[in-house]
C-alpha cells in the first residue's frame, strides 16, 4: 500500500499568503522528509522531521508530525512566487537502508 | 548544481535500442539510488546501491540493469524497453539514511 500520500494536489494562492500542505502515512517511520521539484528539476531537500520530534522550523517553512494520526503538514509562510514547485514527503521506516517512500505531491502554484 | 550529474538529459529510443543512463556524484557518498517518476504517480524507487553494492532491487524488470562500479559512478543499462517505461529516470545519493540529494533526471521517451 501506497505510504505518505498528500493533500491537496494542487493548490493555487496569491503571493504573500500561506500554504499548507499535509502528508498522511500508514506504517511506523523512523523520519518523515519533505522535498521541493521545480519543472523539468531533480527533488531538492527541504526539511526533516524525526518520529520523536513534534514540530520542525526552517526559514519559511514549518513542519508539524503527529505521529498518533500518523500526518503531518509542511507550511510555507508569506509565499513567494519562486515557491510555485511540487511538494512531496518522503517516509524513512529507518533499518539503515536508505529506502525512501514518496507520495504524490501536492503541486503549488503561487500567483504574482 | 546538487554534485549529482544525469546524462542524458533526454533520450529518444526505440523499443528495441540499447541505451544507458549514467549518475555521478561528487559528494563522497556511500549509496546511490534509482528512482522512476512517471505523470500522476508517485515517485517509484527502483535500486539502491551501498558502497557499490546493491541493496535494494524494488520488483524491476530484467529490462532495467543497474551497473554500480565504484561509489561515485551509477548506470541504468535499458534494453528492448516498453512504452510504459517512458518516464523521468531520477539518480539521488546520499551518506548513510542522510537526505538524498537528486541530479535533474533523464527523461526517456520510447518510441
Known amino acids: 500500500s501506497q505510504q505518505g500520500e498528500e493533500d491537496p494536489q494542487a493548490l493555487s494562492i496569491q503571493e504573500g499568503e500561506n500554504a499548507t500542505m499535509n502528508c498522511s502515512y500508514k506504517t511506523s517511520i523512523n523520519n518523515l522528509q519533505w522535498y521541493r521539484q521545480n519543472s523539468g528539476r531533480g527533488l531538492v531537500h527541504l526539511i526533516l522531521?524525526?518520529?520523536?520530534?513534534r514540530e520542525k522550523h526552517s526559514g519559511r517553512l514549518r513542519v508539524t508530525l503527529d505521529t498518533s494520526k500518523k500526518s503531518s503538514s509542511l507550511l510555507i509562510t508569506a509565499s513567494r512566487a519562486a515557491d510555485t514547485a511540487s511538494y512531496f514527503c518522503?517516509?524513512?521506516?529507518?533499518?539503515?537502508?536508505?529506502?525512501?517512500?514518496f507520495g504524490q505531491g501536492t503541486t503549488l502554484q503561487v500567483k504574482p | 548544481e546538487t554534485g549529482v550529474t544525469q546524462t542524458p538529459r533526454h533520450l529518444v529510443m526505440g523499443m528495441t535500442n540499447k541505451k544507458s543512463l549514467k549518475c555521478e556524484q561528487h559528494l563522497g557518498h556511500n549509496a546511490m539510488y534509482w528512482y522512476k517518476q512517471s505523470a500522476k504517480k508517485p515517485l517509484e524507487l527502483m535500486f539502491v546501491y551501498n558502497f557499490k553494492e546493491q541493496t535494494e532491487n524494488n520488483s524491476v524488470p530484467s529490462r532495467f540493469s543497474p551497473e554500480c562500479p565504484n561509489s561515485s559512478h551509477l548506470f541504468l543499462h535499458l534494453h528492448t524497453l516498453q512504452p510504459e517505461d517512458s518516464a523521468l529516470y531520477l539518480c539521488?545519493?546520499?551518506?548513510?539514511?542522510?537526505?538524498?540529494?537528486f541530479g535533474d533526471g533523464t527523461r526517456l521517451s520510447i518510441l
Open positions: 539521488a545519493s546520499s551518506q548513510d539514511n542522510q537526505p538524498q540529494h
Open positions: 518522503a517516509t524513512d521506516f529507518g533499518g539503515n537502508t536508505g529506502k525512501l517512500i
Open positions: 522531521i524525526r518520529s520523536n520530534e
